[in-house]
Structures are given as structure tokens and as C-alpha cells.
């Protein structure tokens, strides 16, 4: 557990006041509640220093949930024992309910419910607090410009780097729900640091008009993963819209997803049972990179 990153976060502008984006619990530095907030949870191989360089996948949990999904959902510690991968689970601020989240979404971006009442006492804990429909432009350019949990992710990748041997060409993100959203606000602004994202369950821009603030420099491998049952409007969106968009970015040969599945049909598997689950894959991408979509049996 290492955090060298909350003596700089203040810097942000978001925190001076720059932004209508500042709000609730993120306009004091030292408002983190819970003792992990912000940490990080890594997962070495045995013996690391006799491996060389070595790839990264760095973890981000969904709304309400914390670093312990790393192992205890998701299993990534089978990449560390198994491929010599390095896994770093990190952990969000806290809202004002004292939920950990990430400014990675248009959908949602935590429950901002406090309030100073006339007597200068705060409440909190209000009711309906999830107030961000209709982001300003600014707004919507700052979650993937001047965010302040990106600034939070390149501090944790600079750490990696000064205590272990990385492989910096295999530097990975995964996320699921919120992480899922924030992952791609990533790809937005670091393409040129990751190699590829798995995004489970999340887009980030919910809108097609967004997607024109996501400005990616570099090509990338973009994973996503759905469920079938997801709401009508998500799999249109997906389908029409999130990953196209990846698809022209990598200049692929084709900008839509097939409509049969490209492979034989795969188990995935986080809690619970394994899952059948259709992959649709669009391989030729001139820029690099590449774009697929798995789709898995049952709910989300």
C-alpha cells in the first residue's frame, strides 16, 4: 500500500474552484472516509526481481465496491501466478455518502447529497442527490482532459515503475461498472500508455454526442463485455455508437461488429458460474489495435 499521490491532487483545478465539476466530497483533499481510499492493493509474483520486465494490469472496482473485487470477483491473481503479470486493484474517493466512485461516466458520477444548511450545519445523505443529468460541455471535456483520477492513475503507473521492472508496452486497465465507465475515459487520455482496456459493463459516454470529446492518440485494444439481458438502449448504444467509434480510431476494416458471433462460443467467469459467452471480434485494423465484443448468457 503506497500513496503518493494525495499531496498533489490539490493542484487540480478542479479543487481550486475551476470547475462547476467540483462538488461535494471531492472539494476537500482529506475527505476520503474509510482508510483505503485511494490506496492500492498489488499483487507481485513470487521472486519479481529475477523476471525482467514484467506486464501491469491495474484494477478499477464499480460504484459502492473496493479493490478486493481484484481477487475475490474477478480472479486476476490467476494472471499473477500463472503469467507473471503485476496487478494493482486501486480505490476510488468517496462520495458524500461515503461510497468509493470515479469520474469516468456521463451516467452517473456519484451521490453528491451535501448541503450547508442556513445555520451553517451540513447535511447529508440527501434524498435524490444523484444530480448529473445534462453535464455542461465543460463538464463533459473534463472527464477525459483534466480529471483528477487520471492524474490519480499516472501517479500509481509512476510508482510501478520506480519499484518494479515493467513492461510498459503491457500496461493494462480493467474495469467493471463505474471502472468499467472510467477505463474508457482512460483509453480517451492515456492510448499512448495503455496497450489495451477490458471494460465490463461500462462505456462512459452514454451519449453519441460525448464521444467527441474522447481524443485518443495511439491505437488501442479495446474488450468489451456485456450481458444479454442488458436494456434494449445499451445494446443499440453499443452497437451503434461505442464501438464503432473504437473501430474507426484503430482504422479497422470494417466500423460495425459482425452480426454472427466470430468464434466459437468461450466460458467467462467472474463470481459465481462460468458463463457461455459469444465473442464478436473485428481483427484487421490498419493503426492497430483492435475491437472486441464479448457477450455473455444471463444477467449483468
Given at each position: 500500500?503506497?500513496?503518493?499521490?494525495?499531496?498533489?491532487?490539490?493542484?487540480?483545478?478542479?479543487?481550486?474552484?475551476?470547475?462547476?465539476?467540483?462538488?461535494?466530497?471531492?472539494?476537500?483533499?482529506?475527505?476520503?472516509?474509510?482508510?483505503?481510499?485511494?490506496?492500492?492493493?498489488?499483487?507481485?509474483?513470487?521472486?519479481?526481481?529475477?523476471?525482467?520486465?514484467?506486464?501491469?494490469?491495474?484494477?478499477?472496482?464499480?460504484?459502492?465496491?473496493?479493490?478486493?473485487?481484484?481477487?475475490?470477483?474477478?480472479?486476476?491473481?490467476?494472471?499473477?501466478?500463472?503469467?507473471?503479470?503485476?496487478?494493482?486493484?486501486?480505490?476510488?474517493?468517496?462520495?458524500?455518502?461515503?461510497?468509493?466512485?470515479?469520474?469516468?461516466?456521463?451516467?452517473?458520477?456519484?451521490?453528491?447529497?451535501?448541503?450547508?444548511?442556513?445555520?451553517?450545519?451540513?447535511?447529508?445523505?440527501?434524498?435524490?442527490?444523484?444530480?448529473?443529468?445534462?453535464?455542461?460541455?465543460?463538464?463533459?471535456?473534463?472527464?477525459?482532459?483534466?480529471?483528477?483520477?487520471?492524474?490519480?492513475?499516472?501517479?500509481?503507473?509512476?510508482?510501478?515503475?520506480?519499484?518494479?521492472?515493467?513492461?510498459?508496452?503491457?500496461?493494462?486497465?480493467?474495469?467493471?461498472?463505474?471502472?468499467?465507465?472510467?477505463?474508457?475515459?482512460l483509453a480517451c487520455n492515456m492510448s499512448d500508455v495503455f496497450a489495451g482496456i477490458?471494460?465490463?459493463?461500462?462505456?462512459?459516454?452514454?451519449?453519441?454526442?460525448?464521444?467527441?470529446?474522447?481524443?485518443?492518440?495511439?491505437?488501442?485494444?479495446?474488450?468489451?463485455?456485456?450481458?444479454?439481458?442488458?436494456?434494449?438502449?445499451?445494446?443499440?448504444?453499443?452497437?451503434?455508437?461505442?464501438?464503432?467509434?473504437?473501430a474507426s480510431h484503430n482504422r479497422c476494416n470494417h466500423t460495425h461488429m459482425p452480426?454472427?458471433?466470430?468464434?466459437?462460443?468461450?466460458?467467462?467467469?467472474?463470481?459465481?458460474?462460468?458463463?457461455?459467452?459469444?465473442?464478436?471480434?473485428?481483427?484487421?485494423?490498419?493503426?492497430?489495435?483492435?475491437?472486441?465484443?464479448?457477450?455473455?448468457?444471463?444477467?449483468?
Amino acid at each position: 500500500i503506497y500513496m503518493p499521490w494525495t499531496s498533489s491532487i490539490c493542484n487540480n483545478k478542479r479543487f481550486l474552484g475551476g470547475s462547476t465539476l467540483a462538488h461535494g466530497c471531492s472539494k476537500s483533499c482529506g475527505c476520503c472516509g474509510r482508510e483505503q481510499c485511494m490506496q492500492i492493493e498489488v499483487h507481485l509474483p513470487d521472486n519479481p526481481q529475477a523476471l525482467g520486465e514484467m506486464p501491469l494490469v491495474l484494477f478499477f472496482h464499480g460504484y459502492s465496491t473496493d479493490s478486493t473485487w481484484t481477487t475475490k470477483r474477478y480472479f486476476l491473481d490467476n494472471l499473477v501466478a500463472n503469467e507473471h503479470y503485476i496487478v494493482i486493484g486501486l480505490n476510488g474517493r468517496q462520495d458524500d455518502i461515503g461510497f468509493p466512485y470515479w469520474l469516468g461516466s456521463t451516467k452517473f458520477l456519484g451521490r453528491m447529497g451535501r448541503q450547508t444548511l442556513e445555520n451553517g450545519t451540513v447535511e447529508e445523505n440527501i434524498e435524490g442527490a444523484n444530480n448529473n443529468d445534462n453535464l455542461t460541455e465543460e463538464q463533459l471535456w473534463m472527464l477525459s482532459h483534466d480529471n483528477i483520477d487520471v492524474d490519480y492513475v499516472k501517479k500509481v503507473i509512476e510508482y510501478a515503475n520506480e519499484a518494479f521492472i515493467i513492461d510498459n508496452a503491457r500496461i493494462f486497465a480493467v474495469g467493471t461498472g463505474l471502472g468499467g465507465d472510467f477505463v474508457n475515459m482512460l483509453a480517451c487520455n492515456m492510448s499512448d500508455v495503455f496497450a489495451g482496456i477490458v471494460s465490463d459493463q461500462g462505456y462512459g459516454y452514454y451519449d453519441e454526442a460525448g464521444w467527441q470529446h474522447c481524443t485518443p492518440t495511439h491505437p488501442i485494444h479495446i474488450l468489451q463485455v456485456d450481458a444479454k439481458d442488458i436494456a434494449s438502449e445499451e445494446k443499440a448504444f453499443a452497437r451503434d455508437v461505442y464501438l464503432p467509434f473504437w473501430a474507426s480510431h484503430n482504422r479497422c476494416n470494417h466500423t460495425h461488429m459482425p452480426a454472427e458471433p466470430s468464434d466459437q462460443r468461450i466460458k467467462t467467469t467472474a463470481s459465481g458460474a462460468p458463463s457461455d459467452t459469444d465473442v464478436y471480434r473485428i481483427k484487421e485494423c490498419v493503426a492497430g489495435g483492435s475491437v472486441t465484443h464479448w457477450v455473455k448468457d444471463g444477467p449483468r
